[in-house]
């Protein structure tokens, strides 16, 4: 009965531990840096498993002799200081020019709120980008963060994609020199899945060329230089210059598969997986539900009588009302 008295009052000096460590945290965040604030986090959602954990078994804590009570005693009381470690992370505050601060690493307003997939390996990942599109923008495409307030900062970023050729002649024109700096991944195969050796080497080339052109830009004296040994005279060099810079330093990843793989694709999908739930932590926002979604679902179960039978048409904007009524005049004429 010892054992469970020690482990019981030990569990709740863990709750109060973490009550008073949130207090303590709030009054910290407001002069130390992100790092210290993220290791006063890490530090306080571990104390209630160590205390738990010291109090439970003391010098026997592995040895329970038989005692099919005192094991499954200790299991429950282990797996509630799991959870509480997880809550006392989850729970921990952070300031609010804290959280800005990473955001702003992360993002820069509107110039990072795009963000484009290439897949240069093989058509047979060309549904990734649709895939992808929808764990980002459905997860954290967010204004409201978990405790209901309005966020003041950019969330989720407007996801595209293509592969190989077909996005480079789609919307690499906007990557290169486009207004706002679009923060591209590139992923790419060695070992090719198909015969066509040839082929698949003048993917990578054009890969490895994209993301080095992204990178480096280029100059008006390398403008010039090229523009001559083309064969341009002055007069030509001078017109076509400025169409011919291009400011580099945009960002972009690349991603390179020994092959692809089952397990390698899953791993690829996984890192995804993991960068989008780590975003919605720094952004505060709750990556698993879908009330945009939801909203659009229940205004169709209205409008659906209204365009077969025009039943509850007033009730929508007037936007609607002449959509949907021209949409029964083309279908009544079939």
Same mark, same amino acid.
């Given at each position: 009965m010892d054992n469970y008295l020690v482990g019981m009052l030990f569990a709740l000096l863990a709750f109060f531990l973490l009550a008073a460590m949130n207090m303590i945290a709030?009054? =910290?965040?407001?002069?130390? $840096? #992100? +790092?210290?604030?993220?290791?006063?986090?890490?530090?306080? &959602?571990?104390?209630?498993?160590?205390?738990?954990?010291?109090?439970?078994?003391?010098?026997?804590?592995?040895?329970?002799?038989?005692?099919?009570? =005192?094991?499954?005693?200790? $299991? #429950? +009381?282990?797996?509630?200081?799991?959870?509480?470690?997880? &809550?006392?992370?989850?729970?921990?505050?952070?300031?609010?020019?804290?959280?800005?601060?990473?955001?702003?690493?992360?993002?820069?307003?509107?110039?990072?709120?795009?963000?484009?997939?290439?897949?240069?390996?093989?058509?047979r990942l060309a549904k990734l980008p649709a895939y992808l599109e929808q764990l980002e923008m459905e997860s954290n495409g967010k204004s409201a963060d978990r405790d209901g307030r309005a966020v003041d900062y950019a969330t989720a970023p407007v996801l595209w994609g293509a592969t190989g050729t077909v996005g480079q002649h789609a919307f690499f024109q906007a990557l290169h020199q486009g207004t706002q700096p679009v923060p591209a991944d590139f992923i790419g195969v060695a070992r090719p899945m198909s015969r066509y050796q040839d082929l698949h080497e003048q993917l990578m080339a054009n890969l490895f060329a994209q993301t080095e052109a992204l990178m480096r830009g280029q100059t008006a004296d390398e403008a010039r230089a090229q523009m001559a040994e083309e064969g341009l005279v002055a007069e030509q060099i001078d017109a076509l210059l400025p169409f011919r810079i291009f400011p580099g330093n945009r960002p972009s990843t690349t991603i390179l598969l020994r092959e692809l793989s089952p397990p390698l694709l899953g791993m690829l999908i996984a890192l995804y997986e993991h960068k989008v739930f780590t975003q919605s932590v720094i952004w505060r926002v709750n990556a698993f539900d879908q009330w945009g979604v939801e909203l659009g679902k229940r205004l169709a179960e209205g409008l659906l009588p209204a365009l077969r039978d025009g039943e509850g048409l007033e009730a929508h904007d007037a936007s609607t009302r002449g959509l949907v009524a021209q949409y029964r005049a083309w279908r009544s004429e079939a």
């Open positions: 709030k009054l =910290l965040s407001v002069n130390h $840096s #992100v +790092l210290e604030i993220s290791f006063y986090r890490n530090l306080i &959602a571990v104390m209630p498993f160590l205390f738990v954990v010291f109090g439970m078994g003391r010098r026997d804590i592995l040895n329970v002799k038989g005692d099919v009570k =005192l094991l499954i005693f200790r $299991s #429950v +009381l282990g797996t509630v200081s799991l959870a509480v470690t997880f &809550a006392a992370y989850a729970a921990m505050p952070m300031a609010d020019t804290k959280l800005h601060n990473l955001i702003e690493m992360a993002a820069t307003g509107e110039a990072a709120a795009r963000a484009a997939l290439l897949d240069h390996a093989c058509e």
